[in-house]
Nanobody
Framework: QAQLVESGGGLVQAGGSLRLSCAAS????????MGWFRQAPGKEREFVAG????????YYVDSVKGRFTISRDNAKNTVYLQMNSLKPEDTAVYYC????????????????WGQGTQVTVSS
């Protein structure tokens, strides 16, 4: 059964950095555009960034543009999210998922999610 495993979260001070990883088992990610999402307490899950299947195109929501960088290594079946200049409002559980190739839609392709990784940014 396909699994997505997110890791790399933690507690960091405002202005700090974290690098999240999303590894897949049981399914190759290379045919899919991939996205990162986040869900803060009491809020709905929101799309943060997306990357095309070959890494040639990326998209970011305005709130993270210039601070976050999404990348992928298809040979390692892994997607990354480098997060710099973190702010307290970035605090959330972060998830990865295959997304619609039209990255601006921010729409997940499937209904399954990994366990996510917690990112907490202190002020």
């Amino acid at each position: 059964q396909a699994q997505l495993v997110e890791s790399g979260g933690g507690l960091v001070q405002a202005g700090g950095s974290l690098r999240l990883s999303c590894a897949a088992s049981g399914r190759t990610l290379s045919p899919y555009a991939m996205g990162w999402f986040r869900q803060a307490p009491g809020k709905e899950r929101e799309f943060v960034a997306g990357i095309s299947w070959n890494g040639g195109s990326t998209y970011y929501v305005d709130s993270v543009k210039g601070r976050f960088t999404i990348s992928r290594d298809n040979a390692k079946n892994t997607v990354y999210l480098q997060m710099n200049s973190l702010k307290p409002e970035d605090t959330a559980v972060y998830y990865c998922a295959p997304v619609n190739p039209r990255l601006t839609s921010g729409s997940p392709l499937f209904s399954f999610w990994g366990q996510g990784t917690q990112v907490t940014v202190s002020s």
